[in-house]
C-alpha cells in the first residue's frame, strides 16, 4: 500500500442467508476504520474504495474518524455501489435483449434494501412496460446481493460480480486520475453529499484527478422515483446517524 493512489478495501465479513447488511456492522466497522487508519499511514491522499458492508453506514464511519484526524477528503471516500449499476444494466439489458455495457442506468441513493434506486425512467435505451413489470425489475434489483446470498447457502456473497463491478469502478478511478481530456469519466457512488438531505448518497459523479470533480446531483424523476426517494431518506438518514456515532465512539480504538 505504500505511496498507493487507490485502496481498494473488500475485507469483512460476508453475510449470511437470512442477515441484514447491517447486522455485519458490529464486525465490519472495526475491519474499515483499522484499513483506513494504515492506508492514512502509509499513503495519505489515496482514495478510498469501501466494497465492506453494510455501506450506507461503513462510509460515515470512516468519515468521522478521519475528520476528527484531520485526513479527511470528502472527494475521495467512495463506498462502492457498482454493483447495483451493472445488475440494473444486466436485467434492463435481458428485457431489451440488448448488450448489457450499452445500457446507461444511474442507480442512485445506498446499499441496502429500497435505499437502492435505479432510475428506470433514464434509462438508455428506453424502458418500456407497466408499472407492475416496473415494479418487479427495481425488487429484483434491489434483492439481487440476497438472491445472491441465499444461493451460496453460507458460503459468502457476490464475489466474481463483484470483483467486475470494482474492476470498472477502480478503472474509471485511475482514468480520472490520469485527467482524459476527451472522456467524461462518470461512475455512481456513494460519498458525501450535499444532494438531498440525506448527508452520505450515491449519485452519478464526474471523476478527475482528485476524485470527485462533480456531482451531477439527481437525474430527473417520474412521480414514483419522487415518492421512492422520499421513502428511502429516513432510511438512509438512520444509517447515516449510526455511522457518524460508532465513527465518535470507535476513535480511540481504531487509532
Ligand atoms: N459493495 C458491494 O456491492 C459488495 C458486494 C459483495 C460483497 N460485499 C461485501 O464485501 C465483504 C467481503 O465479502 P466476500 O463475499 O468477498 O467475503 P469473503 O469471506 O469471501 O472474503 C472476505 C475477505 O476478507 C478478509 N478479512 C476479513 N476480516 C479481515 C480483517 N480484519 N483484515 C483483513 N482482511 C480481513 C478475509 O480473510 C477474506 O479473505 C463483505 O462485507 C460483503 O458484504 C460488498
Ligand atoms: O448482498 C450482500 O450481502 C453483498 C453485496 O452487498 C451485494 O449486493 O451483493
Redesign the pocket.
Known amino acids: 500500500m505504500d505511496k498507493a493512489d487507490i485502496v481498494v478495501i ?6 449470511k442467508p437470512g442477515m441484514k ?1 447491517e447486522d ?1 456492522v458490529g ?2 466497522a ?2 474499515a476504520c ?2 483506513a487508519f494504515a492506508a492514512r499511514e502509509v499513503c495519505p491522499g489515496a482514495m478510498l474504495a ?6 450506507n453506514v461503513i462510509v460515515p464511519i470512516v468519515a468521522t474518524i478521519l475528520k476528527a484526524k484531520g485526513t479527511y477528503d470528502p472527494n475521495r471516500l467512495f ?6 449499476v451493472v445488475r440494473a444494466q444486466t436485467f434492463v439489458a435481458d428485457i431489451l435483449n440488448v448488450n448489457p455495457q450499452k445500457v446507461k442506468i444511474p442507480v442512485i441513493g445506498g ?1 441496502t434494501g429500497r435505499t437502492i434506486l435505479p432510475i428506470l425512467s433514464q434509462c438508455d435505451p428506453p424502458l418500456k412496460g407497466t408499472d407492475k413489470e416496473r415494479e418487479a425489475l427495481i425488487q429484483r434489483i434491489q434483492n439481487a ?1 440476497t438472491e ?2 441465499n444461493a ?1 447457502d453460507g ?5 466474481l ?2 470483483a467486475y ?2 474492476a470498472q469502478f477502480v478503472s474509471s478511478l485511475i482514468k480520472g486520475i490520469k485527467g482524459s481530456k476527451d472522456e467524461c469519466i462518470v461512475e455512481c457512488a456513494y460519498v458525501e453529499s450535499d444532494v438531498t438531505e440525506a448527508e452520505f448518497f450515491a449519485t452519478p459523479l464526474i471523476l478527475g484527478p482528485q476524485g470527485v470533480k462533480e456531482n451531477t446531483g439527481l437525474p430527473d424523476l417520474d412521480d414514483d422515483e419522487r415518492q421512492a426517494l422520499d421513502c428511502m431518506l429516513p432510511i438512509l438518514k438512520e444509517s447515516i446517524a449510526k455511522g457518524i456515532k460508532l465513527g465518535e465512539g470507535m476513535m480511540s480504538s481504531c487509532a
Open positions: 473488500p475485507a469483512g465479513l460476508p453475510r447488511r455485519l464486525v465490519n472495526s475491519v483499522e484499513v469501501f466494497i465492506t458492508n453494510p455501506i463506498g462502492v455501489t457498482t454493483l447495483d446499499h446481493g445472491v446470498v451460496k458460503l459468502g456473497s457476490a464475489t460480480s463483484m463491478a470494482a
